[in-house]
């Protein structure tokens, strides 16, 4: 019963008896049986469970459907993570391959560099070389001019000089002709010492590196090392072209000598001559002066 009902009926008293027709107010409820009373609360009841149910379901329904949002929005998350790291390891290979490239490609340029690098010292080398050959083989010598022709070998073109005839014819003579043997001993002192300096000069000259494959730096060193060999070749041309100069101005010195020796003896020769062809006539004049006594 509710509580309307509750306070409009009187509540009964011990030993109160159940009889209501003294009551004379309009406004209480006539109180019903309890039948009536029971179906009502039943049905209450029933709205009530049903209300409930109606509720738990839309609160399960509402759980399932944030459920199934919440596994679609996971499963979208997943394929989210896995197109990213999809993205990511393909990243990831295209910057090894990337990587991988620009080392070959630099690589290459190393080593284009190097052979570069390589190709221009040994045309150095070569041109050095080369400077030092011409050098080398860039000169004659005359014997009587003692002068250096460019643009020919190393090649001594000797010119001897007609000595006198009668020098020629008195060579054997001795006396005034010391003085061409001492001039010529000491021309062939000079020469002998000439090719002594000659004797230091290399038999062969290096045509260049000679290991195939060896590092760059031990192919430079070997080049550097013919060089200074091709130097000291240069030197010792030097020396022995300076040698051939002093024996040159040697002969010269020595050629003027003859020439002088040459021209006194023939002086004197003729001096000779004459004072005997002068003696003779006046010994013909003599034997004649003597004949007409």
């Known amino acids: 019963?509710?509580?309307?009902?509750?306070?409009?009926?009187?509540?009964?008293?011990?030993?109160?008896?159940?009889?209501?027709?003294?009551?004379?107010?309009?406004?209480?409820?006539?109180?019903?049986?309890?039948?009536?009373?029971?179906?009502?609360?039943?049905?209450?009841?029933?709205?009530?469970?049903?209300?409930?149910?109606?509720?738990?379901?839309?609160?399960?329904?509402?759980?399932?459907?944030?459920?199934?949002?919440?596994?679609?929005?996971?499963?979208?998350?997943?394929?989210?993570?896995?197109?990213?790291?999809?993205?990511?390891?393909?990243?990831?290979?295209?910057?090894?391959?990337?990587?991988?490239?620009?080392?070959?490609?630099?690589?290459?340029?190393?080593?284009?560099?190097?052979?570069?690098?390589?190709?221009?010292s040994e045309e150095r080398a070569q041109a050095r070389w080369d400077e030092t050959a011409q050098r080398l083989c860039g000169a004659v010598y005359?014997?009587?001019?003692a002068q250096r022709v460019p643009r020919t070998s190393v090649v001594v073109a000797t010119t001897e000089r007609a000595l006198c005839t009668r020098w020629e014819k008195k060579k054997k003579l001795r006396g005034k002709g010391k003085e061409r043997v001492t001039e010529t001993e000491e021309a062939d002192n000079e020469q002998e010492a000439g090719r002594d300096e000659d004797e230091e000069e290399p038999q062969t000259l290096h045509k260049g590196p000679s290991g195939a494959g060896v590092h760059t730096r031990w192919a430079e060193w070997e080049w550097e090392w013919q060089l200074q060999a091709a130097e000291r070749y240069v030197e010792v041309h030097k020396r022995a072209a300076l040698a051939f100069e002093r024996m040159v101005a040697a002969v010269e010195r020595m050629v003027e000598v003859a020439e002088r020796t040459a021209d006194k003896w023939g002086a004197y020769c003729t001096w000779v001559e004459w004072v005997e062809m002068r003696r003779r006539v006046e010994e013909a004049a003599v034997r004649g002066g003597r004949g007409q006594e």
């Open 1 to 120: 019963m509710s509580s309307q009902h509750q306070v409009k009926t009187p509540q009964p008293t011990p030993g109160h008896s159940h009889d209501y027709s003294q009551v004379t107010n309009d406004n209480l409820v006539i109180l019903t049986d309890n039948s009536t009373d029971t179906e009502r609360e039943k049905a209450v009841e029933k709205a009530h469970r049903r209300e409930e149910a109606e509720k738990k379901e839309r609160e399960c329904k509402a759980e399932r459907k944030a459920k199934h949002e919440e596994a679609k929005r996971w499963k979208v998350e997943e394929e989210w993570l896995e197109v990213e790291r999809r993205q990511r390891e393909e990243e990831e290979a295209r910057r090894k391959k990337a990587a991988e490239e620009e080392a070959v490609r630099q690589k290459a340029v190393a080593e284009q560099a190097e052979r570069e690098w390589q190709r221009a």
């Open 142 to 145: 005359d014997v009587n001019t």
